[in-house]
Nanobody, 118 residues
Framework: QVQLVESGGGLVQPGGTLRLSCAAS????????MGWYRQAPGNQRELVAT???????NYADSVKGRFTISRDNDENTVVLQMNSLEPEDTAVYYC????????????WGRGTQVTVSS
Protein backbone atom coordinates (compact mmCIF):
# COMPACT_ATOMS: atom_id res chain seq x y z
CA GLN A 1 0.00 0.00 0.00
CA VAL A 2 0.94 3.62 -0.43
CA GLN A 3 -0.49 6.88 0.86
CA LEU A 4 -0.33 9.99 -1.30
CA VAL A 5 -0.48 13.65 -0.30
CA GLU A 6 -0.47 16.44 -2.88
CA SER A 7 0.68 19.99 -2.27
CA GLY A 8 1.65 23.13 -4.16
CA GLY A 9 -1.64 24.17 -5.70
CA GLY A 10 -2.90 27.70 -5.67
CA LEU A 11 -3.95 30.73 -7.68
CA VAL A 12 -1.72 31.89 -10.51
CA GLN A 13 -2.07 34.28 -13.45
CA PRO A 14 -2.06 33.05 -17.05
CA GLY A 15 1.50 32.46 -18.17
CA GLY A 16 2.63 31.79 -14.64
CA THR A 17 4.13 28.70 -13.05
CA LEU A 18 3.29 26.27 -10.29
CA ARG A 19 5.12 23.28 -8.87
CA LEU A 20 2.99 20.44 -7.54
CA SER A 21 4.44 17.80 -5.26
CA CYS A 22 3.16 14.37 -4.31
CA ALA A 23 4.59 12.82 -1.17
CA ALA A 24 4.28 9.03 -0.97
CA SER A 25 4.59 6.83 2.07
CA UNK A 26 6.37 3.50 2.27
CA UNK A 27 9.77 2.18 1.34
CA UNK A 28 8.85 0.63 -2.04
CA UNK A 29 8.06 3.87 -3.85
CA UNK A 30 10.56 3.07 -6.59
CA UNK A 31 8.38 0.13 -7.68
CA UNK A 32 5.35 2.32 -8.44
CA UNK A 33 4.34 3.87 -11.71
CA MET A 34 3.17 7.39 -10.90
CA GLY A 35 0.91 9.90 -12.56
CA TRP A 36 -0.88 13.21 -12.31
CA TYR A 37 -4.52 13.53 -13.28
CA ARG A 38 -6.85 16.50 -13.17
CA GLN A 39 -10.56 17.12 -13.01
CA ALA A 40 -12.31 20.39 -13.78
CA PRO A 41 -15.90 21.10 -12.69
CA GLY A 42 -18.33 19.24 -14.92
CA ASN A 43 -15.56 17.24 -16.60
CA GLN A 44 -14.20 13.73 -16.28
CA ARG A 45 -10.86 13.09 -14.66
CA GLU A 46 -8.16 13.14 -17.32
CA LEU A 47 -4.55 12.05 -17.48
CA VAL A 48 -1.99 14.84 -17.38
CA ALA A 49 1.36 13.06 -17.15
CA THR A 50 2.85 9.74 -16.08
CA UNK A 51 6.27 8.52 -15.08
CA UNK A 52 7.14 4.86 -14.75
CA UNK A 53 9.25 3.25 -12.06
CA UNK A 54 12.17 3.38 -14.49
CA UNK A 55 11.66 7.05 -15.35
CA UNK A 56 9.86 6.92 -18.68
CA UNK A 57 7.48 9.87 -19.07
CA ASN A 58 4.31 10.47 -21.03
CA TYR A 59 2.17 13.60 -21.39
CA ALA A 60 -1.25 14.59 -22.56
CA ASP A 61 -1.11 16.57 -25.79
CA SER A 62 -2.63 19.59 -24.07
CA VAL A 63 0.30 19.96 -21.66
CA LYS A 64 3.23 18.60 -23.64
CA GLY A 65 6.01 21.16 -23.80
CA ARG A 66 4.64 23.10 -20.84
CA PHE A 67 4.55 20.55 -18.00
CA THR A 68 7.32 18.30 -16.74
CA ILE A 69 6.88 15.30 -14.48
CA SER A 70 9.78 13.99 -12.43
CA ARG A 71 10.43 11.76 -9.45
CA ASP A 72 12.92 11.50 -6.63
CA ASN A 73 12.99 7.95 -5.33
CA ASP A 74 15.20 8.91 -2.39
CA GLU A 75 12.61 11.43 -1.18
CA ASN A 76 9.54 9.42 -2.26
CA THR A 77 8.16 12.35 -4.22
CA VAL A 78 6.74 13.05 -7.65
CA VAL A 79 6.76 16.59 -8.98
CA LEU A 80 4.73 18.24 -11.70
CA GLN A 81 6.38 21.44 -12.88
CA MET A 82 3.78 23.52 -14.69
CA ASN A 83 4.90 26.41 -16.88
CA SER A 84 2.98 28.76 -19.18
CA LEU A 85 -0.24 28.00 -17.37
CA GLU A 86 -3.53 28.65 -19.12
CA PRO A 87 -7.05 29.13 -17.75
CA GLU A 88 -7.91 25.72 -19.22
CA ASP A 89 -5.44 24.17 -16.77
CA THR A 90 -7.74 25.08 -13.88
CA ALA A 91 -8.70 21.87 -12.09
CA VAL A 92 -8.13 19.73 -9.06
CA TYR A 93 -4.92 17.81 -9.62
CA TYR A 94 -4.61 14.28 -8.24
CA CYS A 95 -1.59 12.10 -7.67
CA UNK A 96 -1.90 8.46 -8.75
CA UNK A 97 0.20 5.39 -7.96
CA UNK A 98 0.14 1.84 -9.36
CA UNK A 99 2.54 -0.83 -8.18
CA UNK A 100 4.26 -2.51 -11.10
CA UNK A 101 3.34 -5.94 -9.68
CA UNK A 102 -0.27 -5.00 -8.85
CA UNK A 103 -1.50 -3.09 -11.92
CA UNK A 104 -5.18 -3.52 -11.08
CA UNK A 105 -5.02 -1.44 -7.90
CA UNK A 106 -4.95 2.35 -8.07
CA UNK A 107 -4.04 4.66 -5.21
CA TRP A 108 -5.10 8.29 -5.17
CA GLY A 109 -4.38 11.40 -3.20
CA ARG A 110 -7.13 13.80 -2.20
CA GLY A 111 -6.08 16.43 -4.72
CA THR A 112 -4.83 20.00 -4.78
CA GLN A 113 -6.63 22.92 -6.42
CA VAL A 114 -4.98 24.80 -9.28
CA THR A 115 -6.67 27.98 -10.47
CA VAL A 116 -5.32 29.97 -13.42
CA SER A 117 -7.02 33.34 -13.66
CA SER A 118 -6.25 37.01 -14.13
Amino acid sequence: QVQLVESGGGLVQPGGTLRLSCAASGSTFRFYNMGWYRQAPGNQRELVATITSSGTTNYADSVKGRFTISRDNDENTVVLQMNSLEPEDTAVYYCNAVHIWRPNTDYWGRGTQVTVSS
